[in-house]
């Protein structure tokens, strides 16, 4: 990660919902082993939702979106809802449409939208 760049941050935002918010890359470089660790705490959390907010990200890679289907298929082990949020970056869009994996998250258009389920 660059100075400017943050790695994920978890919040709570009421009524069982884990909010992780990135910004900058999601790559083998930067991020991605932090958004495992984040989204394996929001799993144990107990909560009944995690919502992992790229509207920051402006760029991912392959490591980024393994670490999302991780946290994707934990989550659903535990009955537990994740919900990628946006807008997102047209790279980060194109890294989900050209791998063919959209149809493996739910996603909203914005934060509230995807805490308001």
């Known amino acids: 990660m660059t100075g400017d760049e943050v790695g994920p941050v978890l919040e ?10 990135i910004n900058g890359s ?12 984040a989204l394996s705490d929001a799993a144990r959390s107990g909560g009944r939702r995690t919502v992992v907010d790229l509207s ?15 946290g994707q298929r934990r989550h ?4 537990m809802s994740l919900v990628v949020a946006g807008p ?5 869009r194109r890294l989900f449409e050209v791998t ?13 939208a995807a805490i308001a389920g």
């Open 56 to 70: 920051g990200v402006d760029f991912a890679d392959s490591a980024g979106l393994h670490a999302l289907l991780q």
């Open 88 to 92: 997102l970056g047209v790279r980060v």
């Open 26 to 37: 999601l790559d083998g470089w930067s991020g991605s082993a932090d958004l495992v660790e």
């Open 12 to 21: 709570t935002a009421g009524d069982g919902v884990v909010l992780i918010r």
């Open 76 to 79: 659903d082990a535990l009955g």
């Open 100 to 112: 063919g994996t959209l149809g493996a998250f739910r996603f909203a258009d914005d934060v509230e």
